[in-house]
């Protein structure tokens, strides 16, 4: 799975948004929240470039103390979250 | 107007600030027949000069709400602001309560519909000048434009 083009991560206001950010304009009709676990999911996906459940687990594991299967769930239902909004592929 | 709407629009500002334009889906009666609020989004452009009467601005009016309205007069730094769409209500702040300008709209068809160009203000003018008139067209447009039902049923107590 790759992130989309055109999605950018921004901190505004104290919080974690992307939004569908082209070069003179900004898509709020699309704005999503990230909360901190998806936010680091988020900057682990665009360094891996191609990335799948399980190497988002894999990373998340190894930053936070967190059970693999309990990641694993919840790291499927975020990315899941994601293809349904449409800013992965 | 909720706090998640406030916090809403304070995110959308500091892209304005950097000089993007920022696609806003709109909701509300209060700009028909101009702007269809759930269909409609409004391409909010940060402002660069002063607002003058015809303009459609997102402003921060009365110290306590953010509205979507246009200008109907000015005065110095005094603007005051109106809903195409409402009978009655007027909403006042200053120049530099106003955040963004808009210009067009974006249908649900991603049709582009300019909201300043002469024929539109020619538009406004005309809707303006039929101010009495104003109930009845906001109802023939809600029920002949927009297919709503003439009239609600009643809420069961």
């Known amino acids: 799975m790759k992130q989309k083009k055109g999605f950018a991560l921004r901190t505004v206001c104290g919080e974690n948004i992307i939004v569908a950010e082209g070069l003179e304009t900004v898509d709020f009709s699309k704005v999503i929240n990230l909360n901190e676990t998806a936010t680091f999911l988020w900057k682990e996906a665009e360094k891996q470039g191609d990335f799948s459940v399980d190497s988002l687990t894999e990373a998340l594991c190894k930053e936070y103390e967190v059970e693999k299967a309990i990641a694993a769930a919840d790291i499927d239902r975020i990315v899941g979250e994601w293809k349904e909004i449409g800013i992965i592929e | ?157």
């Open chain 2, 1 to 157: 107007m909720t706090d998640g709407l406030i916090a809403m629009i304070e995110r959308l500002k500091p892209f304005l600030k950097e000089g993007k334009s920022v696609l806003l889906p709109i909701y509300g009666r209060s700009m028909r027949p101009f702007i269809i609020g759930g269909e409609d989004k409004a391409l909010l452009l940060p402002v660069k000069s002063p607002v003058e009467v015809g303009d459609i601005v997102l402003a921060w009016v009365d110290g306590r709400r953010y509205v979507l309205h246009r200008v109907v007069k000015t005065a110095g730094d005094s603007v005051t602001l109106e809903g195409d769409g409402n009978i009655v209500g007027e909403e006042h702040c200053s120049q530099t309560d106003v955040v963004a300008k808009v210009e067009e709209v974006v249908r649900p068809d991603g049709r582009k519909k300019n909201l300043v160009s002469r024929s539109a203000m020619r538009g406004w003018r005309v809707w303006m000048a039929l101010k009495p008139f104003r109930r009845i067209m906001l109802k023939a447009f809600s029920v002949l434009v927009l297919g709503e039902p003439i009239r609600h049923k009643k809420q069961a107590s």
